[in-house]
Structure formats: C-alpha cells, structure tokens
C-alpha cells in the first residue's frame, strides 16, 4: 500500500493538468490531496471564495478557518464518512468569502479520485452557493413555527378555559355551603393542571440557557430509574432499565436531558392507564459512520392506549382522560437542541415505543 507521500508524489504530475482543464468545468470546483495540503481549483471557485489557489496552498487550515465555527463539524463529519468509503458525499455549511462580512451557504459535493488500482489518491469536491435557497426554507420554517404558536396559544386558551369552568363549579358547589372531599380534591387538581400548563408554555418561549458537558449514560439513566421507580409502581407501572454493552458518553445538559427524558415517561405512562411495564434499553448505534447513543423506552400494559405516531407530537394531546400538554413538544424540542432526535414508532401486537438517537463525544 503507498503511502502518503508516495501518494502525494502521484498527485503531483496531476497539479499541472488539473489547472489546465478545470476551468472547462462550468461549475465551482477544486481537488484536494487526502491530507489536504494541496488543492487546485477553477476561476469560478476562485470567485465564489475571494482567494487564490496560492492562498490555500500557502494556509493549509484557511478554507476551514472561513467556515462558521457552528458547522465546522458537519464538514469534518462529511470527510469522513467520505473515508469510510461513502462516496459521494453532501453537506452544507456558512463560509465566509474575501472580503465578505456575511457568511455565504455553500453545498459540497465530494468524491474520492482513485488511481487504476482503486488506490484513494484525493478528492474532488463541487460547490453551490445556496444562500438564496436557505433563505427561502428558513422562510418556510418561520412560517411554520408561527402557525405552530397559534396552535399552541389557541390550544392553551381552550385547556385553561377548560379547568377554569371545572374550577369554578367546584367553588359554587363549596360556596353554598356544600361539604365534599371530592369537590376540593378536583379544585386541586385543575389548579394544579392550570399550572403545569402555564409553566410549560414558559418553557415553550423562553428556553434556558444550557450548559452541555460529557455525560454518562448510564449514571443518567440509574440515577432516573432512582428517581422515578415509587412513583411509577404507585401507578402499578414496573420500570426496567438495561444497558446493552458499554455505553459512550454523550455532550448534553443533564438538567435538560433530564426534562425531556421525565415527559417522554410521562407520555408513556398515560399509554398504560391500567398497569403494566416501561422498559428503557441503551446502546450504540452507528448511522452513516457515526456513533449514535440509542435509547428505546416501550409502554407495555393490558390496556395499552392506541395511539396514531403522527399525534403525538401534537400539542395538546388527550391520552384516554389525561391532557399531556406541551411535554412531548417541548421533549422533542430539548433533544433538538441537542442535536439528537425522537421518533414515536407503533405496531400491531409490539409496544408503544420512542426511540432517541444522541450524538456520542468524538475522541
């Protein structure tokens, strides 16, 4: 196998042509060596950039010292996924031009070149200028988050209307001289509501400032299991936590984790009204040359409430008698935060299950 700079060496005789017939290309584009010390590129990249390709031969780290510092991993990550034999691969990252005092959105398209033995030997990458498209699909997604707040509000108007009437009915019925356990017992419970919903719309508009460190795994979920195994046996509900292997640490607040992870079994637990298992299982999983930390949490129970996947983000959700609120919204939303994601999967005859996928710490 050649090494690297024997690599290099094969790469050079390459320098001279690839200036000569790149500018035919009529398209921005560029080669690359694997170590990416030299590159060659085209006019047109030259003019989408602002710099030379002597600028980039002389300042080895400048291209990615002009990405934005939010994206430098996702460039990272799509080179590679490109060593690991995905070929091609996209991504899209800010990168600020000469002279330019706004970061540009630009597409890259990247393959391996690869000598007649299949030897990798570089890379060639095409690039976009997709600002304008950003744009638009940020547009889009403003568009969407409005409605989905009008949502939320007209949502939130009907529940507090909701409790207030039952509220009401129970001080008319103690006003006049009634005396029932059960009447103050569902006051209490409708204020109680009426606040939890208050307090997650807080959360829904105003979101804390989050202090992400490497976490265990496993000590987060123990030290859930702790927390809330009596609560849930009063509900007739056993929780079961395994691990399947060892498990990587993952960068997420643990008070936020926390929040998202106590609505996910909240939801999960009105699933099962009448009793039954929630079981939480933890492992890895590797998604496109990335190491994923994969939590599953299944509702299983005599009585397990049907639910359609589509629903359950919806806010607002009735569960059999029970209003979930805000919680797997605003669970969903935590998780984004953290670059992790949560889907809702059932089956006829399998648990309700939710599944979540969180990036692991890169060594």
Known sequence: ????????????????RAYAFLDFIPCAIAVWSLDGLFRAMNE??????G???????????????R?????????????????????PVSCEYRFLPKG??????????????????????????????????????????????????????????HEVTNN??????????????????????VMEDHVEQANKLMKELSEYFYTPSCETIDSDPVVMLEELAQRMKNDLLKHGIRLQVVHRGPLLPTRIDPAEFRRAFDKVLEFSRALIPNGGELKIDASLRKIEGERYLELTVSSKGAACIPMEAEDVFRPFL?????????????AQEIL?????????ETAHEKPATFRILLRTRKD
């Open 336 to 344: 984004r935060r953290h670059d992790g994601k949560i889907v809702f």
């Open 51 to 65: 710099y030379s390709t002597n600028e980039f031969q002389n300042t080895p780290s400048l291209w990615i010292s």
């Open 164 to 185: 207030l009437q039952v509220i009401r009915g129970a001080l008319d019925f103690l006003s006049r001289g009634g005396v029932n356990s059960t009447a103050h017992r």
């Open 1 to 16: 196998m050649p090494t690297r700079s024997q690599i290099r060496g094969q790469l050079l005789p390459f320098k001279s």
């Open 67 to 87: 990405i934005h510092p939010l994206d430098t991993a996702a460039f990272l990550t799509a080179r590679k996924r490109l060593e690991s034999g995905e070929d």
């Open 44 to 49: 047109r990249t030259v003019r989408l950039t």
């Open 318 to 330: 009735r569960v059999g008698a029970q209003s979930v609120g805000l919680s797997m919204m605003l």
């Open 100 to 157: 330019l005092h706004q970061e540009r959105w630009f597409n890259e398209t990247c393959r391996t070149i690869q000598t007649g033995d299949r030897e990798n030997m570089g890379i060639i990458s095409v690039y976009s200028d997709v600002s304008e498209l950003v744009a638009l699909r940020q547009s889009k997604e403003d568009e969407n988050r409005i409605g989905q707040v009008r949502q939320v509000i007209d949502g939130l108007t």
